[in-house]
C-alpha cells in the first residue's frame, strides 16, 4: 500500500517531545510555543508569528482580525479548500470567486479587477499545489482600491515568488502543518504578520480574548485556538530540517514528470513559471480531454494497486452548503469545474522514495495504455 501522503519524522521530533514530557510542559504555555513562532516568522521574513491549532483556524482569526463583516466581500479563488470561505460566510460577509488560471491552476489575477466593487473589503490569495500565485497583478490592485491582502501559504512553505516568501506579502498570512504540508505538528497552523495592531487582535483572538490586566472579563468574542508546546516541539524540529524537505519535494516532482511526461493523455504540473520553480506541494495531473479515461476508473484502478490518490478541489462556488441565494456572487468558473472533473493527484509525501514513486507512474501508465 502507498497511501497518498507519509510524512517524515525522523529528525529532533522525539528528542524535543521528550522534552515536553519530562518538564510537564505540555500546554500551549510552555517554551516551544514561541521559539517555534519566532523561528517561523524569521524563516519566511516577518516580525509576528502567532501559532494556532490548525491552517482553518489561522483563516478564521485572520479574516475576524481584518473587521471584516455583514456587508463586505472578500475576492477569493473558487479552486480551492473550504477553510477559505468559512468565516467570511460565518461573519456575514460576501465570497466573491475567481476562476483558476488553466496553466497553473491558481486564481486568475485577471479576473480579479472586475469583480472589485465599492463592497470590497480584501483579496484572499491562495497559493495552489506549488506554484505561486502571480502577486504583483494583486499587490498594484490591493494599492490601488486599498484592499487588504490575506495570503493563504498553507500549500507553499518555503516557496517563493520572484524570489520573496511566499507568506511575505499579505497584510496577514497563514499556514497550515497538517501532516501532508511541507513542515507538520499532527494538526497546527500559523498567522504572520509585520503590523503589531493585527498580531495584537490575533493573539487576543488565539485566546478567548482573555485581557492581560483584566482576565475573566471580555470585549470581544474569541475562540481557543491555541497550539500546544507538544505540537511546537514536533514544528521546531521539522522547521530545522525544511530546506532538506523543499529539495526533495523538488526531486519527488522531477522523478514524477520524467516518469510521465511521454503519455498524451495526461497534463502534468508545469516544472515553472516566470516568478518561480514549483515545489509540487502535491503531484497533481489532469486527464487530457481528447482521452476516454475518467479521474473515478483511474483513481479507482490505482487502487486495486494499492495507491492511494486524492480528487482535485470541488470549487466553492458549486458547494451545495453556499447555494443558498445571495450566499455568494453568481459567475462562470469554467476552468476550475475543467480542474474538478479532470484534476487528482499522486503519493507526494515526503517519506515516499524514488523506487515507490518509480512504482506508481508504472502502474499509472499500465492503466492508461490499457
Ligand atoms: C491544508 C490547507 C488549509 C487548512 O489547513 P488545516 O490545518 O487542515 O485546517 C487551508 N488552506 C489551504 C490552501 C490548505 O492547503
Avoid at 481584518?66 to 460576501?94: H, Y
Avoid at 499545489?129 to 498594484?140: F, S
Avoid at 511575505?168 to 495592531?197: A, C, Q, R, V, W
Avoid at 489532469?286 to 473515478?296: H, Q
Wanted: charged residues 25%; contains cysteine.
Amino acid at each position: 500500500m502507498i497511501p497518498v501522503n507519509e510524512p517524515l519524522l525522523d529528525g529532533n521530533e522525539k528528542k524535543y517531545l521528550a522534552e515536553c514530557i519530562d518538564t510537564g510542559w505540555i500546554s500551549s504555555e510552555g517554551p516551544f510555543v514561541e521559539r517555534f513562532e519566532t523561528e517561523f516568522a524569521a524563516r519566511i521574513g516577518r516580525k509576528h508569528g502567532i501559532a494556532v491549532c490548525n491552517g482553518t483556524a489561522a483563516i478564521d482569526a485572520a479574516v475576524e482580525a481584518l473587521g471584516i463583516g455583514p456587508g463586505d466581500e472578500v475576492i477569493l479563488p473558487t479552486f480551492t479548500i473550504i477553510s477559505c470561505v468559512l468565516q467570511i460566510v460565518r461573519s456575514g460577509a460576501k465570497p466573491v470567486f475567481v476562476d483558476a488560471d488553466p496553466r497553473t491552476w491558481n486564481m486568475d489575477v485577471t479576473q480579479i479587477e472586475c469583480k472589485i466593487t465599492s463592497r470590497t473589503k480584501a483579496i484572499m490569495v491562495v497559493h495552489i499545489y506549488g506554484l505561486p500565485v502571480d502577486m504583483d497583478p494583486v499587490l498594484e490592485l490591493a494599492e490601488r482600491y486599498e484592499l487588504k491582502i490575506i495570503e493563504d501559504a498553507a500549500e507553499a512553505i518555503g516557496q517563493t515568488y520572484r524570489g520573496r516568501p511566499c507568506g511575505s506579502f499579505g497584510e496577514i498570512s497563514t499556514f497550515s502543518f497538517y501532516p501532508n504540508k511541507h513542515i507538520t505538528t499532527g494538526e497546527g497552523g500559523m498567522i504572520l504578520t509585520d503590523d503589531d495592531d493585527i498580531a495584537e487582535a490575533c493573539r487576543s483572538l488565539r485566546n478567548l480574548c482573555f485581557q492581560p490586566d483584566r482576565r475573566f472579563f471580555h470585549e470581544r468574542l474569541g475562540w481557543n485556538l491555541r497550539m500546544t508546546n507538544l505540537q511546537a516541539a514536533v514544528g521546531l524540529a521539522q522547521l530545522e530540517r525544511l530546506d532538506e524537505f523543499l529539495e526533495r519535494k523538488r526531486s519527488m516532482g522531477k522523478l514524477y514528470t520524467a516518469a510521465l511526461c511521454d503519455l498524451d493523455s495526461l497534463v502534468l504540473p508545469l516544472m515553472r513559471t516566470e516568478f518561480a520553480e514549483n515545489l509540487y506541494w502535491v503531484y497533481a495531473v489532469v486527464i487530457s480531454e481528447s482521452s476516454p479515461l475518467s479521474v473515478d476508473h483511474v483513481r479507482s484502478e490505482l487502487a486495486s494497486y494499492g495507491v492511494g490518490t486524492r480528487p482535485a478541489f470541488f470549487p466553492l462556488h458549486a458547494q451545495p452548503v453556499l447555494a443558498s441565494d445571495g450566499m455568494t456572487v453568481k459567475g462562470e468558473y469554467k476552468v476550475s469545474e475543467y480542474l474538478c472533473d479532470r484534476c487528482f493527484y499522486l503519493p507526494s509525501g515526503l517519506a515516499l522514495t524514488s523506487e515507490k514513486i518509480e512504482h506508481v507512474a508504472d502502474r499509472l501508465r499500465e492503466i492508461i495504455e490499457r
